[in-house]
């Protein structure tokens, strides 16, 4: 089957990126493909390449960048959520006139209409948030 | 393009925090997919709908006209339970009037509110294809 | 088999779980996860109503429950999965509603 996932908090703060995180590696293990996982609200921050967290306890956002590159997965950081929370791609930061930017590999920034279009395209959606 | 049946489910007050905001965002995107799309206002997703907000004191944008556009996006299937309103001491007389124009009666403006009760919900719930929820 | 329902609120912090019981009809699955896990737990209104929902199927996530120390305290008549058993009830119902 077709799975695409939504994930709607921030690394930590909920477990909602965690749950998703397992959930799309049990998927995946089962023989499962995982059309997208998009990230909306706080969500966003997943995506950051700048997280330290302690080295006694899971990096968050590099999971999910692993697992990405593993497998070929297609994680997307939905640009309106983004552009509100300070999460910026090379060229997103260049279009808004910042040196910096902060996407970590393995994320692409892109618009909400590829929440729709995984709705549209996949067997199933399970949201994961608070 | 296949056509689904899309549910936007809503229980968060607006304000308070962004669901309610960001949840309408993603509706208005995705109208442009011309898919069979229903919101449905549950819990304190009720207080979203309520008529005369004026954020002027609280330095937020007051997004509650946007509600009123819908109709214009071909969005006009708005669930409301009814359960949930009387909860809170409230009638649909409490919330916007929305309103949609039907093209295939001249126009003709008719409620896109639908005021049911948690077990006719739950009926059009369990027929969806996506549930959406913030 | 109709919906797959998911709950990650405490019953005693949200009004989620009775919410979702609302909404859970006759052939669904109510699978309880992250802090929903509590509503799984003996000894409690929650698991009275889970019993009295005798037409809804009830699973836990067997991870969050070890991880809150729970083990020993789940109900009767819920079964626990892990997130491959998590995958499957996805797989298995016709959509997902998750109630956050």
């Known amino acids: 089957m077709k799975f695409s996932i939504q994930v709607n908090e921030g690394p930590y703060q909920h477990q909602a990126s965690d749950t998703a995180y397992q959930f799309a590696k049990a998927a995946i293990a089962a023989g499962h493909e995982i059309f997208r996982v998009f990230f909306y609200h706080d969500g966003v921050n997943n995506a950051t390449k700048l997280a330290v967290p302690p080295q006694d306890d899971r990096d968050i956002p590099k999971l999910w960048s692993e697992l990405s590159k593993e497998n070929n997965l297609d994680l997307v950081v939905c640009i309106a959520a983004a552009q509100r929370r300070g999460m910026m791609d090379v060229d997103e930061a260049k279009r808004q006139g910042f040196e910096d930017n902060n996407l970590k590999e393995g994320f692409r920034i892109s618009g909400l209409g590829q929440l729709i279009e995984a709705g549209i395209e996949s067997d199933r959606l399970v949201v994961f948030g608070a | 393009m296949a056509v689904k049946k899309f549910m936007y489910v809503n229980r968060k007050a607006p304000y308070g925090t962004i669901y309610a905001l960001e949840s309408l965002e993603v509706v208005l995107i995705g109208a442009a997919f011309d898919q069979d799309v229903s919101l449905a206002f549950i819990g304190d997703g009720v207080y979203e709908l309520t008529k005369g907000q004026n954020t002027d004191g609280i330095g937020q944008k007051n997004f509650s006209p946007t509600y009123a556009a819908l109709g214009d996006y071909d969005v006009n299937k708005i669930y409301v339970e009814k359960e949930s309103l009387e909860e809170r001491g409230l009638t649909l007389d409490d919330l916007q009037h929305l309103v949609w124009e039907d093209e295939d009666e001249d126009w003709a403006e008719k409620d896109s509110i639908r005021l049911v009760s948690r077990a006719e919900l739950a009926d059009v719930i369990a027929d969806q294809d996506i549930l959406l929820s913030f | 088999m109709g919906l797959l329902h998911t709950v990650n609120k405490s019953p005693f912090e949200s009004n989620t779980f009775d919410t979702c019981l609302g909404y859970a009809k006759d052939g669904s699955t109510v699978l309880l996860i992250e802090d929903g896990v509590y509503a799984?737990?003996?000894?409690?209104?929650?698991?009275?109503?889970?019993?009295?929902?005798?037409?809804?199927?009830?699973?836990?996530?067997?991870?969050?429950?070890?991880?809150?120390?729970?083990?020993?305290k789940l109900a009767d008549g819920i079964k626990v999965v892990d997130y491959e058993g998590f995958v499957n009830l996805v797989a298995e119902s016709d959509s997902v509603q998750s109630w956050l």
């Open chain 3, 40 to 72: 799984a737990t003996t000894g409690t209104s929650a698991a009275d109503k889970i019993k009295n929902a005798s037409g809804v199927t009830f699973a836990v996530l067997g991870p969050d429950l070890q991880a809150r120390g729970l083990e020993g």
